[in-house]
C-alpha cells in the first residue's frame, strides 16, 4: 500500500486492542485520512488472544484482506510474546511497541530475532496511576501513534479528548485521568523514538 501504515495489534479478549484500533481510525479518519480499523473475527473469549488491525493512508485504500505484512505491531500483552508469533510478516523497516515493564534487553528474546526497532511502554503502570485501574489500550493508541507519526500530537490529543467528552459525558470525571494517561504515553515513546533517530543521524 504506497502512501500509508498498516497496523497489526495483538492482545488478549477484555482488554481493549479491538477497541483501541477502531478509535485511532475513527481519529485519523478526523484528521483526513482514508481509513481502515477491524479485527480478525473468531471466538472473542475473554483472556483469548485477539488480533486486529489498521490501513491509514492519504490515497483511498482499495485492500480489504488481513494483514500479513505490517509496518508496525503493537502487542497489549507481554505474555502473548511466548504464544504468539508477534514478529511475524512485520517490515524491519518498521517497529513493534510492547506494553511492558521489562528492559527492552530482556523483551528481545521472545522477538525471533526481529531486526527492526522495538519500543516499550508500561502501558499498565500508567493507566494504574492516571486511572486506578489496568486499561493498558488508551496509553497503547497513544504510542503507537508517537511510534509511527501518523498524525501530529496536538492533534491527536484534541481529537481523543473530543472523543472522551462525547464517550464519558455521563462521567466527566474520568476525562481528566484519560488525558493524563494518553499524554504520558505518547511523551514517554515520542522521546524514545527522538533518541532513536538523533542515534541514527550520529552514527
Not at 141 to 158: D, H, N, Q, T, Y
Not at 188 to 196: D, G
Amino acid at each position: 500500500m504506497k502512501n500509508g501504515i498498516e497496523i497489526r495489534w495483538h492482545g488478549r479478549g477484555g482488554q481493549g486492542a479491538k477497541t483501541a484500533a477502531l478509535l485511532l481510525a475513527d481519529v485519523a479518519f478526523k484528521t483526513g485520512q482514508n481509513v481502515q480499523g477491524f479485527p480478525e473475527y473468531g471466538p472473542e473469549r475473554m483472556g483469548a488472544p485477539i488480533t486486529a488491525y489498521n490501513r491509514i493512508s492519504s490515497d483511498k485504500i482499495r485492500v480489504h484482506s488481513n494483514i500479513y505484512h505490517p509496518d508496525y505491531v503493537v502487542v497489549v500483552d507481554e505474555t502473548l510474546l511466548d504464544s504468539v508469533n508477534v514478529t511475524a510478516g512485520l517490515k524491519e523497516t518498521g517497529a513493534i511497541l510492547i506494553n511492558t515493564a521489562k528492559p527492552k534487553d530482556e523483551i528481545m528474546k521472545h522477538l525471533n530475532g526481529y531486526k527492526g526497532q522495538v519500543y516499550t511502554v508500561d502501558a499498565r503502570k500508567i493507566s494504574v496511576e492516571n486511572l486506578g485501574k489496568n486499561f493498558p489500550n488508551s496509553p497503547m493508541l497513544a504510542a503507537i501513534v508517537a511510534v509511527c507519526g501518523v498524525m501530529p500530537r496536538e492533534e491527536f490529543i484534541s481529537e481523543m479528548k473530543a472523543s472522551y467528552e462525547h464517550k464519558f459525558a455521563r462521567k466527566p470525571e474520568v476525562i481528566e485521568g484519560n488525558m493524563k494517561a494518553l499524554e504520558t504515553a505518547y511523551d514517554e515513546v515520542a522521546e524514545a523514538v527522538r533518541c532513536h533517530h538523533e542515534r541514527k543521524r550520529s552514527a
